[in-house]
């Protein structure tokens, strides 16, 4: 595999964010947030996000995470920084992205710095954040 400095990382996509997971994943936790589960609770905040469930922050992780991992292997992530902007909500369908900064040898491993994001069509970058990647031969 031959990656260079500007090379775009293939795309992965949850076509439909899943209320119903989201309550599984709350349970689970035991994370008693109900802005994660109650569509009212979400509702009654000054955000104008309607009646929809805030999904948690490690799930929209995992996607960017599933995008890396789908690229470079199931062991590839080294290190990973991301900062969460926006909410993702329940039914929203969202799409990792990511873009190839710099690549070098370290170590005999051929490594790749990156800028990640998860996006929605409509309200833009809901996370994003900068991993390095060790890529396969």
């Known amino acids: 595999m031959k990656w260079s400095e500007g090379d775009s990382i293939p795309e992965w996509v949850m076509p439909e964010v899943s209320a119903e997971r989201m309550r599984t994943m709350a349970a689970l936790l035991r994370d008693p947030n109900p802005l994660h589960w109650d569509r009212e609770a979400v509702a009654a905040l000054p955000m ?11 799930l929209g992780l995992s996607y960017m995470v599933n995008m890396l991992q789908a690229w470079a292997g199931p062991a590839c992530i080294r290190r990973l920084v991301t900062r969460f902007p926006q909410v993702v909500l329940d039914g929203e369908c969202v799409v990792a992205r990511g873009k190839v900064t710099r690549v070098s040898v370290e170590n005999g491993e051929h490594i790749a710095d990156c800028d990640i994001w998860l996006e929605h069509a409509e309200r833009g970058v809901l996370l994003e954040g900068e991993a390095r990647v060790a890529l396969p031969d």
């Open 48 to 58: 104008n996000l309607g009646h929809r469930t805030i999904n948690q922050g490690p």
